[in-house]
């Protein structure tokens, strides 16, 4: 664990040894990288668990994945093995000591949103975050979290539920994050996760066909960091007075990338992508964040938390 | 099959060798001594072509030396990661993540190993085929087919194969001085080599066999997926045990983003999706073809 104090962070109630979050889809069920030698969970403040629905889940067809300039898309699905066998066989196997462990609630319907959570309510899990990016079933296949009003009904009904931390993960996939962010915390949500992928379509030339086999899929990576930036600075407007902290996530492979999703509002940083890129990425980026606060001279992550400094004088000349 | 638990390495490589050979085909070997130690056959290497690229690129550990610590790979051209690995140099550095998969499991009853290699799945044919030698209970047989020139030169076989029709002849020398008998297969009209696919090879060869050696016989292959699913029918036919080596699109490599999986099935119903990278890249042909 990062005995650095300056990296302790406190999210919502959980105490994070670091800002770093290991991202939900990307690491498995939490110990699947830990087979890579000199990798370890204690190097992050929590790993957010692979998307978890009430039954199991075989997911989409291949291919899943496709490389794109400076990111990638992934159809996956949601494969995963249901709420009851991640409870009773997985979690069980987990060490807590380690890091915090995060859900990654998903559902085809409020009522699936519902019975997850309830089921995470009762066992060890850190705290839950709400994939509200799924398909909505019942109404016409929008995703829940392209729409304030569908993304308010999920968070109300998990809120119900449990007592936990409560994340709400933001799609970048609408019109106006911050009203999104608005009815989510009227809703209940302790904190959010912006954002998640940006859809898009990776296309072979010869077959004529979309790569992957769901024709489209999240777009993740470098790609989107801007995109991502630009969200967090966004949700944190909306955040700052509930003092409702962010996890920054989208594109982060190098120390600069997390550090600039902290100034612009983030508490904590998340890594997905930036994984396969170089699945030993975090303890670098943990020592790049520690010069950084000895070249700056700030005393702890938190002082660089929505630190940005705008231009005022952002006119366009006439 | 089972999945692989072991213990991954992550190293900073350096190119020792890169060899170009005909129709873009490489060999190139890395100084990476954890992976070289703890490589087994079917085993791959997850190589960043580019430190600029999102994802690293799967490749088949062809050979390695655990004593001098290097693992070698046999590429061909086929896109832009392949074009970038090509460009290094010698004494150029480049990250290295493995050793990565499941292994082939020779069954206790075997007497006739046979392996099939089809193109850019030789190399995994050829890191088996070295731990099989100098078993003395064991008569391996390895077809290696190609549809562009063979990544190495082609001589006659000092090694007889009588089960094999008498005019095919090629062999691949490095198994030749391992005393393991091979004979290669085109349909581009290469000397020596039998002109068909290596599925048809390995039939004529098996309807040879003695009754007794058939009982033995277990197949191992690797190659594109038309060759893979030829062969898996061919066993079919003949109630052979076989093992394929697959590909498919991977990021993590670790079991960690489900990205890169595979129907599989039980008793011909789709009842899983494996993950190629941990749950494989070794399956049994059965469950997947
Ligand atoms: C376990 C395993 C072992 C392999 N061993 C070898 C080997 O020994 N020699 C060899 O030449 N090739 C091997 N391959 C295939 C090799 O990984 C691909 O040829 C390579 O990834 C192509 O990358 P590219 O950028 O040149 O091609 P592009 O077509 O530009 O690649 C685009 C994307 O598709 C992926 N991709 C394309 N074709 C394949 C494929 N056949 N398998 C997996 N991913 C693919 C790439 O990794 C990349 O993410 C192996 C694949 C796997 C999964
Ligand atoms: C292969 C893959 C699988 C993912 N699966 C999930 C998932 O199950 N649930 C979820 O909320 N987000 C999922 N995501 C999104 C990531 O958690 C993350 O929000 C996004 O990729 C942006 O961060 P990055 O650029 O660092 O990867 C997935 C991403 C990838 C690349
Ligand atoms: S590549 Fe990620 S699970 Fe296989």
Redesign the interface.
């Known amino acids: 664990m990062s005995d650095d104090h300056r990296f302790k962070v406190e999210f919502c109630g959980l105490q994070l040894s670091s800002p770093l979050v290991l991202l939900s889809?990307?690491?498995?069920f939490g110990e699947?990288?830990t087979?890579?030698?000199?990798?370890s969970n204690r190097d992050v403040g929590a790993i957010c668990l692979?998307g978890t629905t009430l039954e199991p889940r075989?997911?989409n067809?291949?291919?899943?994945?496709?490389?794109?300039t400076?990111?990638?898309l992934?159809a996956?699905g949601l494969?995963n093995p249901g709420v009851e066998a991640v409870v009773q066989e997985i979690l069980p196997s987990l060490d807590f000591s380690q890091t915090r462990f995060i859900a990654n609630v998903s559902g085809s319907t409020v009522e699936e949103y519902r019975e997850v959570t309830r089921r995470f309510d009762d066992s060890p899990i850190d705290a839950i975050e709400i994939n509200i990016s799924c398909p909505n079933v019942k109404e016409g296949g929008v995703a829940f979290g392209n729409d304030p009003e569908m993304s308010a009904r999920v968070v109300e009904a998990c809120r119900a539920v449990t007592q936990k931390p409560l994340i709400t993960k933001l799609s970048p996939n609408q019109t106006d994050i911050r009203h999104n962010a608005k009815r989510c915390i009227e809703a209940g949500s302790d904190a959010f996760a912006v954002i998640n992928t940006v859809m898009g379509m990776a296309i072979d030339v010869e077959t004529r066909q979309p790569v992957l086999h769901n024709n489209q899929g999240g777009l993740s990576?470098?790609a989107i960091k801007p995109i991502a930036l630009l969200k967090v600075h966004e949700v944190y407007q909306v955040c700052k007075p509930h003092k409702i902290p962010i996890i920054g996530q989208g594109g982060i492979v190098h120390t600069n990338d997390a550090i600039e999703f902290l100034i612009a509002g983030a508490t904590a940083v998340g890594i997905g992508?930036g994984?396969?890129?170089?699945?030993?990425c975090c303890q670098k980026i943990t020592r790049g964040m520690a010069e950084y606060l000895d070249n700056t001279g700030l005393s702890h992550v938190n002082a660089v938390t929505g630190s940005l400094e705008m231009h005022t004088d952002a006119t366009e000349y006439t | 099959m089972e999945s692989e638990q072991n213990p991954i390495f992550e190293e900073c490589a350096r190119v020792t060798h890169h060899d170009a050979l005909a129709a873009q085909q490489f060999v190139l070997r890395l100084s990476a001594p954890e992976c070289a130690r703890h490589a087994k056959a079917g085993n791959f290497l997850h190589l960043q072509c580019d430190p600029q690229r999102a994802l690293r690129r799967p490749f088949s550990i062809m050979r390695c030396d655990p004593a001098a610590g290097w693992v070698e790979v046999l590429y061909k051209i086929v896109g832009q990661g392949s074009a970038e690995l090509a460009a290094r140099k010698s004494g150029d550095m480049l990250q290295c993540l493995g050793p990565v998969g499941n292994t082939f499991r020779v069954h206790e009853n075997t007497t006739h190993p046979l392996l099939l290699g089809g193109g850019v799945g030789i190399p995994p044919m050829i890191f088996l085929a070295e731990t099989l030698r100098g078993n003395p209970g064991l008569h391996p047989l390895a077809i290696l087919g190609s549809e562009i020139p063979f990544p190495f030169p082609t001589r006659p076989s000092k090694i007889l194969a009588p089960d094999v029709p008498k005019e095919v002849i090629a062999a691949m020398p490095l198994l030749d001085d391992w005393g393991i008998a091979s004979r290669l297969t085109s349909l581009q009209g290469y000397p020596g080599c039998f002109h068909g696919y290596v599925h048809e090879l390995a039939e004529r060869w098996f309807l040879n066999l003695d009754h007794a050696a058939q009982k033995g016989v277990q197949v191992f292959a690797c190659g594109p997926n038309r060759m893979l699913e030829a062969v898996s029918e061919f066993c079919r036919r003949h109630a052979l045990p076989c093992q394929v080596c697959l590909e498919e699109y991977m990021a993590c490599a670790v079991g960690g983003c489900a990205g890169c999986v595979v129907p599989y099935r039980e008793n011909n119903r789709m009842v899983a999706m494996k993950r190629v990278c941990v749950d494989g890249p070794v399956f049994n042909a059965a469950s997947i073809f």
């Open positions: 889809g990307c690491v498995g699947e990288y087979r890579i030698q000199g990798f692979k075989l997911g067809a291949p291919h899943r994945l496709a490389e794109t400076d990111g990638m992934n996956i494969q990576g470098p992508t994984l396969f890129y170089d699945p030993l």
